[in-house]
Nanobody, 119 residues
């Protein structure tokens, strides 16, 4: 599968961004997908995940501010990010999950889209 992220950019603290991820090239239906992020000097972490049953999971740091959802097109996932903070600055990467649940392991990765939050 090939994954392409879009929607990153520079935003002021308190602002919003919407990230999109489109998966293609796979002969099977992608079920669970997730958004991860990696800030400079830090380990990659799960931000949010969604499975085929629309179950979702969020990192504690983004609960109440970020929302993951399925896009209108098949094999797409959206990450709506509100009330952005400086600490949300990172490279955001989309991934398919091997298992169809929000705790699944990442499988295929996109290249990422940079999100920078300024004060």
């Amino acid at each position: 599968a090939q994954l392409v992220e879009s929607g990153g950019g520079l935003v002021q603290a308190g602002g919003s961004l919407t990230l999109s991820c489109a998966a293609s090239g796979s002969s099977f239906s992608i079920k669970a997908m997730g958004w991860y992020r990696q800030a400079r000097g830090k380990e990659r972490e799960l931000v949010a995940a969604i499975d085929s049953g629309e179950n979702t999971k969020y990192a504690d740091s983004v609960k109440g501010r970020f929302t993951i959802s399925r896009g209108g097109a098949k094999n797409t996932v959206i990450l709506q990010m509100n009330s952005l903070k400086n600490e949300d600055t990172a490279m955001y990467l989309c991934a398919t999950l091997r298992e169809d649940n929000v705790g699944g392991r990442p499988d295929y990765w996109g290249r990422g889209t940079q999100v920078t939050v300024s004060s």
